[in-house]
């Protein structure tokens, strides 16, 4: 089976009022990594919780569908259900809830009941990726992103990723706070993801985190919109360059908008 | 409404009872004296739960007849789910309304001398040692008309002793059963653990009935000498309709630490009070309850370290979820008097709104009267935190699942400290049904 597809089409988002996504269009297919690179302020966020369906952003037009379903119709767990995923940036601490309670809440409530998976099986799986990831094997005991570490709670993130295995996944700026190490781990999960049933869109400020996952296609915002999109080659460029030859390019003199939640 | 009613037993019944179980005569003097006190006495005041209309006094029968059990295999189902029933030698005391119904002492503890027994025969055997503590130093039986009462019409209850340097390993459990609807509970539980002794022990009320229209009045009195370390679990799930008076105190001498883990699951309106009063230098108190309220309850939990002792620690932590109509107050009063320096008194409530019609009051109070000291108090009412549910549902799981994972986070500090795995699995599964 050929992965699935995302489609953002002329996507508009508006926070308390405040218009912060201006017509975003996006199609990411499975096997595809798709970066979204800018500065600050731009909506890069935005666009991520909006299609996760975050409870304060509001969607005023345009459409996003996976594989050609209205996911702006179904509730956020339908959202995950149906195959997507997203890594935040800054995940809620859940006190109370183990770690590993909450992953196996998680990966059954895309089974059926009465076919659940088994304990064993759970523990074996959990045990292999936090292996991968470097995690310490106390965390799945610990309440749920309470007291982690920034990067504990990245690497959790990718654990997330890893166990739950979406057909679509973003990554919310998963690098930031990330020492070298961290990065490399981070990566090495994301990686591990790779394949043609998979496709991923990575919002970063950072080109560094693409010398370790190397993107298909890379995309920069500002204002709301994505305004420039091209190969590796772009993000190479924004490395070396900044984004004020974008800017002029384009005419843009301040390339915020609104404020990003 | 003012009008006093009349106490439904008076002192010629009071001391033929007695009389009936061969009770000291201490024990009958000082019911007496409380019957008369009781009449004049005021009712204890909650902060912000008016109380006048309660039922406190009028019940017909001090004791109903109830059976005793020949072994833990007649218990019902529900109260073996609360037993280990896998091993033979352990600490338990099953009561059956009034009746002392079930008791075994594990071969560890009666070699070590510990003392664990019904009220009644704590009375009779341990006279002496019952009189020096019960209602002298925790709990007084003059503090007001309930506490004079519980004195006047005892009629159950539990007394453990723990003599000095003996730290038993295995808990002690008591199980109180409401399973008449006519019974009325005055219950009483002493534990008494002398210097450097240590010991575990965990309580249920548990009502069998659906409803009653009956009054339980239960006072615990702990009492843990120098260096001694008490922990003390209880999971109380009293029928709707039983109106409930519980008072349990703890005294700590010198470094002596007292726990609880309090699971309060009534289902009709209750009065709480919880009380550690920390009289040792470097003597330590930790409150943990967890309350889930439901339909029409009214609920008063007011819990309260006291220090007297330098270098005292007191940690009071309360977590509360209200549903449908019900309604609660939540007192959390951290004390340091004059002369406790370098004490710390921290405390956390938080109440969790799942109903619009429900209410819930949340009141930290700190009241310092020392300079050396730290302090510190977290208070919060709300409903579930629509960022946490989003999160959750984020992985895929359901709105009803999220809730139900947060909820029970919310309640797992007492869950995960009770020592007996049979009571945590009964108030994990208390709080589901209650939530629900």
């Known amino acids: ?109 895309r089974r059926e009941e009465g076919k659940e998976i088994s304990l064993m099986k759970f523990i074996r799986t959990m045990d292999s990726k936090m292996e991968l990831l470097e995690m310490d094997p106390d965390m799945a005991q610990r309440y749920l992103n309470e007291g982690f570490s920034g990067g504990e709670k990245k690497r959790n993130e990718i654990l997330q990723l890893m166990m739950i295995e979406p057909k679509i996944a973003i990554l919310d700026e998963i690098d930031s706070g990330l020492d070298i190490d961290a990065l490399k781990v981070v990566s090495k999960g994301i990686n591990e993801m790779r394949g043609e049933d998979f496709g991923c869109l990575i919002i970063t400020h950072y080109q560094r985190l693409l010398n370790y996952i190397t993107p298909d296609h890379v995309h920069v915002m500002m204002q709301g919109r994505v305004v420039k999109s091209g190969g590796p080659e772009l993000a190479q460029r924004l490395e070396s360059e900044g984004y004020d030859w974008i800017k002029k390019e384009l005419g843009i003199e301040d390339e915020t908008v609104g404020h990003e939640a | 409404m003012t009008t006093e009613l009349k ?81 033979n030698d352990k600490n338990i005391y099953v009561q059956r309304n009034n009746k002392p119904a079930y008791l075994s002492l594990s071969k560890e503890s009666q070699e070590k001398g510990v003392i664990f027994t019904d009220i009644y025969t704590a009375a009779r055997e341990h006279s002496d040692l019952l009189k020096k503590f019960f ?103 009293l029928a709707k309709g039983v109106t409930t008076y519980v008072n349990r105190r703890g005294i700590a001498g010198r470094d002596a630490r007292i726990e609880w883990a309090l699971g309060l699951m009534n289902d009709g309106n209750t009065i709480s009070e919880n009380i550690t009063n920390l009289i040792g230098d470097g003597s330590f108190g930790d409150t943990k309850t967890v309350v889930v309220g439901r339909g029409d309850q009214k609920q008063n939990f007011t819990t309260s370290v006291v220090h007297f002792g330098k270098n005292t620690e007191g940690f009071i932590l309360k977590h509360g979820v209200m549903k449908d109509s019900a309604s609660s107050i939540f007192n959390g009063i951290g004390k340091i008097e004059h002369g406790a320096s370098k004490s710390n008194a921290v405390q956390e409530s938080r109440v969790l709104m799942l109903s619009e019609k429900a209410r819930g009051d949340a009141n930290p109070i700190l009241l310092i009267d020392e300079d050396d000291v730290t302090a510190g108090h977290a208070a919060s009412v709300g409903r579930v ?47 589901e049904r209650k939530v629900k």
Do not use: C
Request: charged share 25%; hydrophobic share 40%; proline share 4%.
């Open chain 2, 135 to 237: 209602m002298t130093t925790a709990v007084k039986a003059d503090e007001h008309k309930l506490t004079a009462l519980h004195a006047a019409f005892l009629n159950g209850g539990a007394f453990l002793y723990i003599p000095r340097n003996v730290e038993l390993d295995e808990p002690v459990q008591s199980v109180f059963i409401h399973d008449d609807e006519e019974a009325s509970v005055f219950n009483h539980v002493l534990v008494v653990a002398e210097d450097n002794s240590s010991v575990t022990y965990v309580e249920n009320y548990i009502s069998t009935v659906e409803s009653s229209n009956s009054l339980f009045n239960i006072v615990t009195e702990v009492i843990a000498n120098s260096n001694a370390k008490v922990l003390y679990g209880a999971v109380d799930t």
């Open chain 2, 385 to 431: 935190d629509p960022l946490q549910l989003y999160y959750l549902m984020s992985r895929g799981i359901s709105q009803k699942e999220a809730e139900r994972l947060i909820i029970h986070g919310f309640l797992a500090p007492v869950v995960n400290v009770l020592p007996i795995e049979g009571v945590k699995k009964q108030l994990v599964e208390v709080i």
């Open chain 2, 7 to 87: 106490l439904p037993f008076d002192q010629e019944y009071i001391k033929s009872f007695s009389k009936d179980m061969n009770e000291p005569e201490w024990l009958t003097e000082l019911r007496i004296q409380s019957l008369t006190k009781a009449e004049a006495l005021p009712l204890p005041r909650p902060d912000k739960t008016k109380i006048n209309n309660w039922n406190f006094t009028q019940f017909d029968k001090l004791i109903v007849k109830s059976e005793a059990f020949a072994s833990l295999n007649e218990l019902p189902e529900q109260v073996k789910a609360l037993v280990d029933m896998e091993n």
């Open chain 1, 1 to 109: 089976m050929a992965g699935s597809v995302l489609s953002i089409k002329d996507l508009h988002v508006a926070i308390e009022g405040k218009e912060i996504l201006k017509g975003v269009n996006l199609e990411i297919k499975g096997g595809e990594i798709h970066a979204i690179m800018g500065p600050n302020g731009t909506g890069k966020s935005t666009l991520s919780s909006a299609i996760m369906g975050h409870p304060k952003y509001e969607i005023t037009s345009g459409s996003v569908t996976l594989d050609g379903e209205d996911v702006l119709e179904m509730e956020v767990d339908e959202r995950a259900k149906a195959g997507l995923f997203l890594a935040m940036q800054y995940p809620s601490e859940i006190n109370g809830v183990t770690n590993a309670d909450f992953l196996r809440s998680a990966v059954n409530s």
